[in-house]
């Protein structure tokens, strides 16, 4: 139905970077294009200390005893952790009340049983709880979760001999808040132990096409996952590595691309909240979780009359019957557009 509006769809359903590759980035891949051999699983020196210095600035970690691992973007690695750590059947993983679909996906894969977060209070002395995801700022709510619970998280984890893996991607795009990571001392005590942090260049970097990401945090979690994945053929790209390298250093642009996303969400909000949607949330991260107080698919179908596609809340739980989600990575033009056809 949005794709029949007149003057196109505006397509708010996905956060999918429109913006372009900066150049600096693209020069560099280009530069490593002659890549005749396999590339290092564990990634170059280059890239492995771009990433420390990146983690220690962004994240406040310290770069002794950091474990840190590049990974084909962060999804495959979301998708494949619990079996990459061995969970299978009869183990349970917990993931947040509303979430991105796939790390449930990924608990399937392992064949393990999926717990959502809301239930934890309830686990008793049967359920063997080996991970725990965490996602902060999240997807698709844009909620940020405090230190203080971020750290009630690691140590419940600790005490029962489980990791915590914590889904960091919209880590640098916060508005109302300042996300944490668990990686910060705060959270973690100044201990790796049982913590992995999770990143991703697709939305600092515009470099969603290049399936660029890593895994930082326990160093022995980190070796092991670098074994498997070795034998997998779990490897980023020699020409990618390089250009990761580049953009892990470079802030400008990342700066840069961030006060486009902030614009964009300020003229999003207004216009939901003229039309009498109510954004929950949305602190932080690529999205605006709205609600006009009726069954998703209701607000779906509204919009999607006006010509604009939005996510249903129900892809991401139960508790998301009432919600849909909007992305901020339309272009400039259609996001100003936005507010004329919802007026």
């Known amino acids: 139905m949005a794709a029949a509006h007149p003057d196109g769809m505006i397509n708010l359903s996905m956060g999918t970077p429109v913006d372009p590759v900066p150049q ?46 590049p990974t084909i973007g962060s999804k495959e690695l979301v998708a494949w952790l619990p079996t990459l750590l061995g969970v299978g059947p009869g183990d349970t993983v917990v993931v947040p009340s509303i979430a991105y679909p796939t790390y449930a996906d990924g608990v399937r894969l392992a064949g393990a049983t999926t717990m959502r977060s809301d239930s934890l209070t309830a686990v008793g002395p049967t359920p063997r709880v080996r991970l725990i995801w965490v996602n902060s700022p999240g ?69 969603a096409g290049y399936r660029a990401g890593f895994v930082a945090g326990d160093p022995a979690l980190v070796a092991e996952l670098l074994k498997i994945r070795k034998h997998a053929g779990m490897i980023v790209p020699a020409p990618v590595q390089a250009a990761m390298a580049v953009a892990l250093r470079d802030e400008r642009h990342a700066d840069e691309q961030k006060e486009r996303y902030r614009a964009r969400r300020t003229a999003l909000r207004a216009a939901f909240t003229d039309a009498g949607f109510t954004v929950e949330h949305s602190e932080a991260g690529l999205y605006l979780w709205l609600t006009r107080g009726e069954d998703c698919w209701d607000t779906v179908d509204w919009l999607a009359r006006r010509g604009i596609l939005v996510a249903a809340g129900a892809f991401y739980g139960p508790g998301g019957q009432q919600y849909v989600r909007a992305a901020l990575t339309e272009s400039d033009e259609r996001i100003a557009a936005v507010a004329a056809r919802l007026s």
């Open 24 to 69: 600096v980035i693209r020069q560099a891949l280009a530069d490593a294009s002659d890549s005749p051999g396999y590339p290092l699983t564990a990634g170059t020196p280059a890239l492995r200390d771009a990433i420390t210095g990146w983690v220690s600035r962004a994240c406040g970690a310290a770069p002794d005893g950091l474990g840190v691992l």
């Open 139 to 207: 997807n698709p709510t844009g909620r940020v979760l405090p230190a203080a619970h971020l750290r009630k998280v690691v140590d419940w984890a600790r005490e029962r001999g489980a990791v915590v893996a914590s889904d960091e991607c919209y880590l640098p795009l916060g508005w109302d808040a300042e996300p944490v990571s668990v990686l910060s001392p705060e959270v973690c005590g100044g201990s790796y132990d049982s913590v992995l942090a999770v990143h991703s260049l697709s939305k600092r970097s515009n470099l």
